[in-house]
């Protein structure tokens, strides 16, 4: 595979400004990291916190773009290729990088390792994939299986991974009532997942009549159109207690359908980033018996292997969650598309070959 000396990188230039396409050196892995073409990248709405300054603004020049899937070029120095990957083959890039032996790495709950926390291609310390070419530590990839579209295996690497932890913490299984508020990109991937975990009823929650009609397409038993009237007592015709599991999957989380449908006892779960406060009286979370959980991404060694596996046997179809399609020249539109709400989920395409 030849590398070129340059390539196309879109560039962080700032909040409130838009990524500039730029010609840049192309970059060299450095020990224990390996070179990856890019072959896609998702749109995520975690980018637009970043584009927006809500949280800590990356240095200019900064390379956004986490959900990515690519080519294996080359290995840098001391590798250990723990896949058995030879160049050419197809990867997925996790943004979540554990080191695997810290307190929360043997624990579990690697997502929430602090070396992890500080090393996050295109969102933390490490540049991402909205390039042409991309060096990652080489824990961060993991072999695509055959038979699956390289592009749309992106989305497994941030909308599926996140849904699919989500869905696990709060211990979604055969038959758990769940109410899913917001199918956008994850919470349709949360609709298809729940839906190959066999939880029933999946109630979808939404505003967008074009977003419920692909939740049922991805297996909601019920949709719920806010903008009809009250959502709460459309979700108690479907669940009668309460749900057993609410998944309220708003970038900015506001709690209120979710209080209230949740059943006693139940589980609300937040993944959500953006700015919102949420105020809940001590009480009512006490009577109720309420748990409320926040989960941040998910554990890459365990859930994207799970993820890809689920996708090959045809349980899930990242395909179908693409919507749009873009051009690197076209990233800032896709960042206003997403924006407007016009995705159920976009990537841009780097290259088409590897
Ligand atoms: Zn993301
Ligand atoms: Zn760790």
């Given at each position: 595979m030849k590398i070129p000396l340059k390539i196309r990188a879109a560039l962080y230039k700032g909040p409130g400004h838009p990524l500039e396409i730029s010609e840049i050196s192309s970059p060299t892995p450095g020990e224990g990291e390996v070179l990856v073409k890019v072959a896609a990248t998702g749109i995520c709405h975690s980018d637009l916190h970043i584009l927006d300054g809500e949280i800590i603004p990356p240095p200019e020049g900064f390379i956004l773009g986490h959900e990515i899937s690519g080519w294996l070029v080359e290995f840098g120095p001391r590798c250990e290729n723990p896949h058995g990957l030879s160049p050419g083959d197809p990867v997925v890039v996790s943004w979540i990088i554990p080191c695997g032996k810290c307190y929360w790495c043997v624990r579990g709950?690697?997502?929430?390792c602090p070396y992890a926390a500080a090393r996050m291609?295109?969102?933390?310390?490490l540049n991402g994939g909205h390039a042409e070419y991309m060096a990652v530590p080489e824990t961060a990839v993991y072999p695509i299986p055959k038979g699956l579209d390289i592009h749309s295996a992106a989305v497994i690497s941030c909308a599926y991974g996140t849904a699919y932890r989500a869905l696990k913490e709060a211990g979604v299984g055969p038959g758990t009532g769940l109410v899913i508020v917001g199918v956008g990109g994850v919470g349709l991937a949360a609709v298809e997942l729940a839906n190959a975990l066999g939880a029933r009823p999946i109630v979808a929650v939404d505003m967008r009549k074009t977003a419920l009609e692909k939740a049922k397409e991805f297996g909601a038993t019920h949709v719920i159109d806010?903008?009809?009237?009250?959502?709460i007592s459309a979700i108690r015709d479907a669940l009668p207690q309460g749900a057993d599991v609410v998944y309220?999957?708003?970038?900015?989380?506001?709690?209120k359908i979710a209080l209230e449908s949740v059943r006693r006892g139940g589980t609300i779960i937040v993944t959500g980033l953006g700015t919102s406060t949420v105020e809940i009286p001590a009480s009512h979370l006490v009577m109720n018996g309420i748990k409320i959980v926040g989960s941040l991404g998910y554990r890459p060694r365990v859930d994207i292997p799970e993820l890809l596996s689920l996708a090959a046997a045809g349980k899930?179809?990242?395909?179908?969650?693409?919507s749009h399609i873009y051009k690197p020249e076209e990233i800032n539109t896709a960042y206003e598309g997403l924006r407007q709400g016009r995705h159920t989920r976009a990537l841009v395409i780097w290259n088409t070959t590897p």
């Open positions: 709950q690697e997502n929430y291609p295109g969102l933390v310390g806010t903008t009809d009237g009250d959502p309220e999957t708003k970038p900015n989380p506001d709690l899930i179809n990242p395909q179908r969650l693409i």
